[in-house]
T-cell receptor, first 113, second 109 residues
Framework: GAGVSQSPSNKVTEKGKDVELRCDPI?????LYWYRQSLGQGLEFLIY????????KSGLPSDRFSAERTGGSVSTLTIQRTQQEDSAVYLC???????????FGPGTRLLVL | GEDVEQSLFLSVREGDSSVINCTYT??????LYWYKQEPGAGLQLLTY?????DMKQDQRLTVLLNKKDKHLSLRIADTQTGDSAIYFC?????????FGAGTRLFVKA
């Protein structure tokens, strides 16, 4: 595709449920990033993948958050036992090899009731 | 986070110039960025500047970098209503990009 795509675009869930958010990076981009943007806040870095490995997971807010990337392409961010404070826009970005410029997807808007 | 700071709001009249300011504390970055986020959309990279440059101009956009003062600014000439958005200042922090909280630009017709 032409850009980074994310699905679903919107997700409403009940507190305590698990959710999976998907990111399809731009073809050929080796680096993939997840960020969280809470209402009125800047972007909070969550995790970064280079290929399939994640050198740094320290940005994940709690052990309820996990992410994986398979085949060096699609990534899934999973939030278990969602809480109301997890409500935010989750943004994914990717970068081509040798570049630090990040290209962002449109985000997934998560609302936990 | 707190490393990159910017004012939260800016209001200008259509046709005027907008200047969005940003300060940062860590001077180790190679690149500094300006991103634009329109309502309901993801972030769009507007422009970036290498840390060894003082200025970069791209059509209506002018980026100024003062490394001594750790100050970055984005000037939008002839601001249009379509420029209304949130503008994020960011710097590269190794494998991640560190963003400010964003400046919401209001353009009055």
């Amino acid at each position: 595709g032409a850009g980074v795509s994310q699905s679903p675009s919107n997700k409403v869930t009940e507190k305590g449920k698990d959710v999976e958010l998907r990111c399809d990076p731009i073809s050929g981009h080796t680096a993939l990033y997840w960020y969280r943007q809470s209402l009125g806040q800047g972007l909070e870095f969550l995790i970064y993948f280079q290929g399939n490995s994640a050198p740094d997971k320290s940005g994940l807010p709690s052990d309820r958050f996990s992410a994986e990337r398979t085949g060096g392409s699609v990534s899934t961010l999973t939030i278990q036992r969602t809480q109301q404070e997890d409500s935010a826009v989750y943004l994914c970005a990717s970068s081509p090899p040798g570049s630090e410029t990040q290209y962002f997807g449109p985000g997934t808007r998560l609302l936990v009731l | 986070g707190e490393d990159v700071e910017q004012s939260l709001f800016l209001s200008v009249r259509e046709g005027d110039s907008s200047v969005i300011n940003c300060t940062y504390t860590d001077s180790s970055s190679t690149y500094l960025y300006w991103y634009k986020q329109e309502p309901g959309a993801g972030l769009q990279l507007l422009t970036y500047i290498f840390s060894n440059m003082d200025m970069k101009q791209d059509q209506r956009l002018t980026v100024l970098l003062n490394k001594k003062d750790k100050h970055l600014s984005l000037r939008i000439a002839d601001t249009q209503t379509g420029d209304s958005a949130i503008y994020f200042c960011a710097r590269d922090g190794g494998f991640k990009t560190i963003f400010g909280a964003g400046t919401r630009l209001f353009v009055k017709a």
